[in-house]
């Protein structure tokens, strides 16, 4: 079974600019999550998406944004990129949301390793 | 509140010893309290989980250890191993509600031959 997907694997960007960053979940997952880990400040929570809809939001600013396609795969967006954007974003995945009753757990990948110059 | 506390930051074992990583909690609505392994360059991979209600959970050489009423909770890694050498986090999250994790800061663990 193929595990969760992150493309591209790096990212170079300039200040100002914006910055697409893409997952596709384990097979049969509906649930994708985006956390930041940037060094410092260990992994923090950015977006949940299920069902195509923003479930939870963490405290970051709105050009953080995102959104899930119809087949489950997610996208984060980047605006305005600022040089602390620079961190690796890293894609989780869960069967579905746990009050569904089914198992929680998630499963990350490998990571896009975001840099701003 | 939303804090998880993670100690130590660094840990050197010697191959064959045991590696204990400690990690706090305050907010009592935690529920799930996963632990994940990170070796460099890779994402972070789902080692164990425990749920309140057990206090101990083991599989293969990985045991959690949950002591509710202290809100702590701790990861044993018997005959540690020079491929454990890794960075350690835990987590903690609320079941049927925001479902995100909440991260300690890791811990880096070293096992010399």
């Known amino acids: 079974e193929a595990g969760v997907t992150q493309s591209p694997t790096h990212l170079i960007k300039t200040r100002g600019q914006q910055a697409t960053l893409r997952c596709s979940p384990i097979s049969g997952h509906t649930s994708v999550y985006w956390y930041q880990q940037a060094l410092g400040l260990g992994l923090q929570f950015l977006l949940w998406y299920d069902e195509g809809e923003e479930r939870n939001r963490g405290n970051f600013p709105p050009r953080f944004s995102g959104r899930q396609f119809p087949n489950y795969s997610s996208e984060l967006n980047v605006n305005a990129l600022e040089l602390e954007d620079s961190a690796l974003y890293l894609c989780a995945s869960s069967i579905a949301p746990s009050w569904t009753g089914s198992s929680y757990e998630q499963y990350f990948g490998p990571g896009t390793r975001l840099t701003v110059t | 509140q939303q804090q998880v506390k993670q100690s130590p930051q660094s840990l050197i074992v010697q191959k064959g010893g045991i590696s204990i990583i400690n990690c706090a909690y305050e907010?009592?609505?935690?529920?799930?309290f996963p632990w994940y392994q990170q070796f460099p360059g890779k994402g972070p991979a789902l080692l164990i989980a425990?749920?309140?209600?057990?206090s101990e959970k083991k599989e293969g050489r990985f045991t959690i250890s949950f002591n509710k009423s202290a809100k702590q909770f701790s990861l044993h890694i018997m005959d540690s191993q020079p491929g454990d050498s890794a960075t350690y986090f835990c987590?903690?999250?609320?079941?049927?509600?925001?479902?995100?994790?909440?991260f300690g800061k890791g811990t880096k663990l070293t096992v010399n031959p």
């Open positions: 425990i749920r309140p209600d057990v």
């Open positions: 907010n009592t609505a935690f529920d799930y």
């Open positions: 987590a903690a999250s609320m079941v049927g509600g925001s479902e995100k994790l909440v």
